[in-house]
């Protein structure tokens, strides 16, 4: 199968070369400038989570995978190879020397993939924690997850006890969304996952990468960063997330501010910067809606209210909507997220804010313009570049040795992303499709120049 390596590395090296020159003359200036940051990730080594702490200078590279399926799909494993040929292909020539590349070098270039990452980049998964569990109707534990009342929970506070695979999604779905084997493999990691959601996932993804490492003949176990929720667990008050809500919602300027970026208008203020959770669990974004308060220019108070919503379809069957069900209403105090602490008002920041703590210094998006949001990154960069002149987020890069720039953006080009060689859908899961048929798309990807 050694094989496949070499064919998905010469497509990628024909076909996004753009991508490595980019990286290597960013890795140019990046190396001149001093990057005093301690980062810790984990990874699962032999099924046990293991944090791997860096403290020196490195290139953080981040790729995504979902807590809203526990199976690894197509789309997530290409992801993951796909930051692994960045990666290894920008340590090789940043090292070497930008050169078009001859048999000697791809020959190295496949050493080096079958190795766990060692180089000045690292690449690592930045895994969203605050996701509904069943967000694009493709878990197969879903009819359990709804049942237990956990569909609008964050899947950080899920728990696992209750969670079975729903054999009727099995019937519908096997060989387009979910495989036999691959429900084996979620019933033996159900009954050790000691009630943590998370972890199940982990455990199921990993075993997963590690099968998919021999037949690809890349080692694809990398590092994760789970974020928002339990980072901010993790943190005291005064760690890099409380501060990034407390900045936000300082005053009505700096609220303005975030609605700028995110290019929304101040009229109906109903866009809430961080989503406060109710203390029966939920925590959905979708099915939160909210709105700022204002007393004379001055931030009052935000109310919530949680109520049973849609969430999205999975690729096979679009009347097949997942569901987030909830019922509630508060009301948070203004004081409670401008002096913000999360023991005391847990709650799920808005993406563009959040990913300011994450050391990415570049990253790989899947299929922006056709699967995934330009709007997103465009708030992502401007919520940087407002940071970086002092407005929104004030002294962000002096108080916690974080860079504000904004990262170098790179995508999974739309039309060549890796998907079911018959229903044509990305989210199937890797055990309903054969390499084969993944390798034949190749491997494609673009730098994503106008976010800058």
Same mark, same amino acid.
């Given at each position: 199968?050694?094989? #496949?390596?070499?064919?998905?590395?010469?497509?990628?090296?024909?076909?996004?070369?753009?991508?490595?020159?980019?990286?290597?003359?960013?890795?140019?200036?990046?190396?001149?400038?001093?990057?005093?940051?301690?980062?810790?990730?984990?990874?699962?080594?032999?099924?046990?989570?293991?944090?791997?702490?860096?403290?020196?200078?490195?290139?953080?590279?981040?790729? *995504?995978?979902?807590?809203?399926?526990?199976?690894?799909?197509?789309?997530?494993?290409?992801?993951?190879?796909?930051?692994?040929?960045?990666?290894?292909?920008?340590? /090789?020539?940043?090292?070497?020397?930008?050169?078009?590349?001859?048999?000697?070098?791809?020959?190295?270039?496949?050493?080096?993939?079958?190795?766990?990452?060692?180089?000045?980049?690292?690449?690592?998964?930045?895994?969203?924690?605050?996701?509904?569990?069943?967000?694009?109707?493709?878990?197969?534990?879903?009819?359990?997850?709804?049942?237990?009342?956990?569909? %609008?929970?964050?899947?950080? /506070?899920?728990?696992?006890?209750?969670?079975?695979? !729903?054999?009727?999604?099995?019937?519908?779905?096997?060989?387009?969304?979910?495989?036999?084997?691959?429900?084996?493999?979620?019933?033996?990691?159900?009954?050790?996952?000691?009630?943590?959601?998370?972890?199940?996932?982990?455990?199921?993804?990993?075993?997963?990468?590690?099968?998919?490492?021999?037949?690809?003949?890349?080692?694809?176990?990398?590092?994760?960063?789970?974020?928002?929720?339990?980072?901010?667990?993790?943190?005291?008050?005064?760690?890099?997330?409380?501060?990034?809500?407390?900045?936000?919602?300082?005053?009505?300027?700096?609220?303005?501010?975030?609605?700028?970026?995110?290019?929304?208008?101040?009229?109906?203020?109903?866009?809430?910067?961080?989503?406060?959770?109710?203390?029966?669990? /939920?925590?959905?974004?979708?099915?939160?809606?909210?709105?700022?308060?204002?007393? !004379?220019?001055?931030?009052?108070?935000? %109310?919530?209210?949680?109520?049973?919503?849609?969430?999205?379809?999975?690729?096979?069957?679009?009347?097949d909507i997942a569901v987030a069900k909830g019922d509630d209403a508060f009301t948070v105090p203004a004081e409670k997220?401008?002096?913000? *602490?999360?023991?005391?008002?847990?709650?799920?920041?808005?993406?563009?804010?959040?990913?300011?703590?994450?050391?990415? !210094?570049?990253?790989?998006?899947?299929?922006?313009?056709?699967?995934?949001?330009?709007?997103?990154?465009?708030?992502?960069? %401007?919520?940087?570049?407002?940071?970086?002149?002092?407005?929104?987020?004030?002294?962000? *890069?002096?108080? /916690?040795?974080?860079?504000?720039?904004?990262?170098?953006?790179?995508?999974?080009?739309?039309?060549?992303?890796?998907?079911?060689?018959?229903?044509?859908?990305?989210?199937?899961?890797?055990?309903? #499709?054969?390499?084969?048929?993944?390798?034949?798309?190749?491997?494609?990807?673009?730098?994503? %120049?106008?976010?800058?």
């Amino acid at each position: 199968m050694g094989d #496949v390596c070499k064919s998905l590395l010469l497509d990628f090296l024909e076909n996004s070369w753009t991508t490595i020159e980019v990286l290597v003359k960013k890795l140019i200036s990046f190396k001149m400038e001093k990057h005093a940051r301690e980062v810790t990730l984990y990874q699962y080594i032999n099924g046990r989570k293991m944090a791997v702490v860096f403290k020196d200078d490195r290139f953080f590279l981040r790729g *995504s995978v979902e807590y809203a399926n526990p199976q690894l799909t197509v789309e997530e494993i290409q992801g993951i190879i796909g930051i692994r040929l960045l990666e290894v292909c920008t340590n /090789y020539f940043f090292e070497y020397g930008l050169h078009k590349p001859v048999e000697g070098d791809v020959a190295q270039l496949c050493e080096a993939l079958q190795k766990p990452p060692t180089g000045y980049v690292v690449p690592f998964l930045l895994n969203t924690d605050d996701v509904e569990a069943d967000r694009y109707s493709i878990n197969p534990l879903k009819a359990s997850i709804v049942e237990s009342c956990q569909s %609008s929970f964050p899947a950080a /506070y899920v728990k696992t006890e209750p969670l079975k695979v !729903d054999e009727a999604f099995v019937k519908k779905y096997e060989g387009t969304l979910i495989s036999r084997k691959e429900t084996e493999l979620l019933d033996s990691n159900l009954k050790a996952s000691k009630g943590s959601y998370l972890e199940f996932v982990d455990s199921v993804k990993y075993a997963q990468l590690e099968e998919y490492s021999k037949l690809f003949c890349m080692n694809l176990s990398l590092y994760s960063l789970r974020m928002p929720l339990s980072t901010l667990q993790a943190e005291a008050k005064d760690g890099v997330l409380h501060y990034i809500i407390s900045e936000s919602h300082r005053d009505y300027e700096a609220i303005e501010e975030a609605y700028r970026c995110m290019g929304r208008s101040m009229t109906k203020r109903t866009t809430l910067l961080t989503v406060p959770h109710s203390k029966k669990g /939920y925590g959905s974004k979708r099915a939160a809606r909210g709105k700022l308060h204002f007393e !004379d220019g001055k931030l009052l108070n935000v %109310s919530v209210k949680y109520a049973t919503a849609k969430l999205y379809p999975n690729g096979i069957d679009p009347q097949d909507i997942a569901v987030a069900k909830g019922d509630d209403a508060f009301t948070v105090p203004a004081e409670k997220l401008a002096d913000y *602490s999360f023991a005391e008002t847990p709650s799920s920041p808005q993406f563009f804010l959040y990913s300011m703590g994450s050391p990415e !210094d570049a990253a790989l998006w899947h299929g922006v313009g056709a699967f995934a949001s330009p709007q997103l990154l465009q708030s992502l960069a %401007s919520a940087r570049n407002a940071c970086k002149v002092g407005r929104l987020v004030k002294n962000l *890069s002096e108080k /916690y040795k974080i860079k504000v720039d904004v990262p170098l953006q790179f995508n999974l080009v739309p039309a060549n992303m890796w998907r079911h060689p018959i229903r044509n859908n990305i989210d199937a899961s890797v055990g309903c #499709v054969g390499v084969a048929d993944l390798t034949r798309w190749g491997m494609r990807i673009e730098y994503l %120049s106008a976010f800058k």
